[in-house]
T-cell receptor, first 115, second 114 residues
């Protein structure tokens, strides 16, 4: 089945700097890659996603890139702000495979943005 | 917030007791999910249901049971067979089954078993 590795587990940056979180996946059939943000004490929320027919997607300060050949995808946050501090989870899924399209999550990255 | 609710927020039980966690949604979503979240472990799928009266095991279903008698409700029972039940449990729903649809999470229930 699918396995998703996420790095780093913790990341500390200065306000205004960029942050990059990387994930690798094992199942070459995976074709959907969402990112969820979980603020302290709150529920996870989808912030951006990408499908395998696209190499990059941007939404304001957030971007996700996908390299299907290398089987890795990354979250990029530019001009970080203190409110970006949270745990970020990547996930991967094969819509058509034996997993029936369920998401397999990485273990999370705790991002801290220092003012 | 709203749309998908879980109760209670905190739950304490003695070892050997079964306990049921509630999950309700008013989003008219067909699919519902239960995840377990442990520190440093991410979210792991326990059970999911793509339609009323049907549900499937996820990656870590042992020691858990669910029912889906109504579209709005997907309760999770943690049985005494679950070896390490203390965890944070998250319920989610999506408009339809399959991963292409955004999953909306509830606020979670933190279960402590002593």
């Amino acid at each position: 089945g699918e396995n998703v590795e996420q790095h780093p587990s913790t990341l500390s940056v200065q306000e205004g700097d960029s942050a990059v979180i990387k994930c690798t996946y094992s199942d070459s059939a995976s074709n959907y890659f969402p990112w969820y943000k979980q603020e302290l004490g709150k529920r996870p929320q989808l912030i951006i996603d990408i499908r395998s027919n696209v190499g990059e997607k941007k939404d304001q300060r957030i971007a996700v890139t996908l390299n299907k050949t290398a089987k890795h995808f990354s979250l990029h946050i530019t001009e970080t702000q203190p409110e970006d501090s949270a745990v970020y989870f990547c996930a991967a899924s094969d819509e058509w495979g034996g997993s029936q399209g369920n998401l397999i999550f990485g273990k999370g990255t705790k991002l801290s943005v220092k003012p | 917030d709203g749309g998908i609710t879980q109760s209670p927020k905190y739950l304490f039980r003695k070892e050997g007791q079964n306990v049921t966690l509630s999950c309700e949604q008013n989003l008219n979503h067909d699919a519902m999910y239960w995840y377990r979240q442990d520190p440093g472990q991410g979210l792991r799928l326990i059970y999911y249901s793509q339609i009323v009266n049907d549900f499937q095991k996820g990656d870590i279903a042992e020691g858990y049971s669910v029912s889906r008698e109504k579209k709005e409700s997907f309760p999770l029972t943690v049985t005494s067979a679950q070896k390490n039940p203390t965890a944070f449990y998250l319920c989610a729903s999506s408009i339809s089954g399959g991963s292409f649809y955004e999953q909306y999470f509830g606020p979670g229930t933190r279960l402590t078993v002593t």
